[in-house]
């Protein structure tokens, strides 16, 4: 997707090396059967001594292998360098297209800089591991592609949506795994935990209703270091420290379906998003229990609420109620408080709250924010009021939603059904290309174009595309 590819390993060779590695001891090489029939120790270079030994319970064979003096001369096949001047201007162009899209922009975007040892740094990242159980290469390796296709797609269009980036595909015992990082270079963000949590909730969402899969997700914030390892003529850009490590342990502690985070993504996300905290665990490589937070998917309505008196703001309380109470009367309004950040609106909001049910007003308050996690998403904001309005936010499932939508609006006039039914047939996705909502100044589309919002909270509105 947008011209990155990832490449993959998999196979009954990765499960009989992972077999193998769980009988290894320090200092020791073990072979699976398969190898083991394949090799003759004296034909293996330099000569070294060798032990064979058979596991009964693992039916595979340790080698002790002495220290072997390198091969002096360079075979052919596997040059130390390569010469890149035997390719025309064009066909080295190509070249780099092409492998760009195995680079992530972390590097390339670096890339023009010059020398690279700079690209080593540590940065606070959110990490999160995505865990898939239900792959099987080995009993039918084409379909098995096909479906991890579609997956790594997926993950990418919801890791590109809130800005992260998938960093790794990995097969090995605990299945097939991706890595996605948001705060990686070139992009970071102050509320990377909130990306990583919404990108969570999309992943199980959309692979839970696209494959008929649950997933299980570990996320943790922390510093970490960053950049390329390897050798001269092989890097790859990774990620190294403690938070990930706990994310990967998070990720093995949650079974299909679950989506658990550290503490300290808890500590930033929960006025955000709802996180129930779960009995103290103990993970290897951690001496001290963790506390793992599980993520429902639901988001936290933040109560606009103080305990701390308001001074200086008598005019605008004043300015405030008398809108209140025209609008008690029948008589709407809008009333807009601009402000620099830090000034007091929400304060201010939540004055109001407190003062209107002094007063006994029986005003309804809903909330939206246009959130940075949410610029690309249209009606994000009344997306937030009218989720709350009907009282859907607990239900995930589309069709839930909208019925629920539905009686609410029936509820008000049932004369409103013929045009709610055109109304959520252009919010609904996959219907007519989704075409747009009527124009608001046609009066004869007014009410469509209300109902269009209200089914909006019901369906995610595609993007536009370029």
């Known amino acids: 997707m947008l011209g990155r590819w990832e490449y993959v390993l998999a196979g009954d060779v990765v499960q009989q090396a992972v077999e193998a590695q769980n009988y290894a001891e320090p200092g020791m090489v073990v072979l699976s059967p398969e190898v083991a029939e394949l090799i003759d120790p004296s034909t293996i270079p330099g000569r070294p001594s060798v032990v064979w030994s058979h596991n009964q319970t693992s039916d595979s064979l340790a080698i002790d292998l002495m220290p072997v003096e390198p091969v002096s001369q360079e075979d052919p096949a596997f040059p ?12 080295l162009e190509q070249a780099t297209r092409i492998f760009k899209a195995y680079v992530p922009a972390a590097i390339t975007v670096r ?7 700079w690209l080593a740094e540590l940065r606070r990242m959110t990490i999160m591991f995505i865990r898939i159980e239900a792959i099987n ?4 390796h084409h379909a098995a592609s096909n479906v991890l296709q579609h997956v790594v797609k997926l993950v990418q269009n919801a890791t590109y949506r809130y800005e992260g980036s998938l960093n790794k595909v990995l097969v090995d015992d605990k299945g097939t795994v991706l890595l996605v990082l948001f705060g990686a270079p070139p992009l970071a963000h102050e509320d990377d935990p909130l990306r990583a949590l919404a990108c969570a909730r999309e992943i199980q969402e959309t692979i839970a209703k696209e494959q008929g899969q649950s997933v299980a997700i570990g996320i943790a914030t922390d510093n970490v270091f960053a950049g390329p390892v390897g ?9 190294l420290g403690d938070g990930v490590n706990l994310a990967a342990r998070l990720m093995q502690t949650a079974i299909p379906g679950e989506t658990l ?3 300290r993504t808890y500590v930033e996300a929960r006025r955000h998003w709802n996180l129930e905290p779960l009995p103290p665990l103990k993970v290897k490589g951690k001496t001290q229990v963790v506390r793992p937070y599980r993520f429902n998917g639901q988001r936290v309505r933040e109560e606009l609420e103080s305990q701390m008196p308001l001074f200086g703001r008598d005019d605008e309380i004043n300015c405030l109620l008398s809108y209140l109470q025209s609008a008690e009367q029948g008589r709407g309004g809008v009333v807009s408080i601009i402000g620099e950040g830090g000034l007091g609106k929400t304060r201010l909001m939540s004055e109001l709250n407190s003062l209107s049910r002094e007063r006994g007003s029986h005003a309804a308050t809903l909330h939206g924010s246009a959130e940075s996690i949410g610029q690309q998403t249209p009606y994000l904001v009344w997306r937030d009021v009218l989720t709350e309005y009907f009282g859907i936010d607990h239900l995930r499932a589309q069709d839930q939603r909208a019925e629920k939508v539905r009686e609410r609006v029936l509820a008000i006039d049932p004369d409103l059904e013929p045009p709610l039914v055109v109304a ?7 219907t007519a290309r989704n075409p747009p909502p009527p124009a608001p100044w046609s009066r004869g589309n007014a009410r469509i174009v209300w109902l269009f919002l209200w089914c909006s909270c019901c369906w995610p509105i595609p993007r536009a595309t370029r």
Do not use: K, M, N
């Not at 290469?137 to 039918?140: F, G």
């Open 231 to 239: 050798g001269t003529t092989r890097r790859e850009y990774t990620v």
């Open 111 to 117: 890339l023009g800089a010059g020398p690279s040892a």
């Open 424 to 430: 959520q047939r252009r919010a609904r996705p996959g």
């Open 137 to 140: 290469y080995t009993r039918d």
């Open 261 to 263: 985070c550290s503490h």
């Open 80 to 91: 130390s360098s390569f010469d890149w001047t035997i390719f025309s201007l064009s066909e």
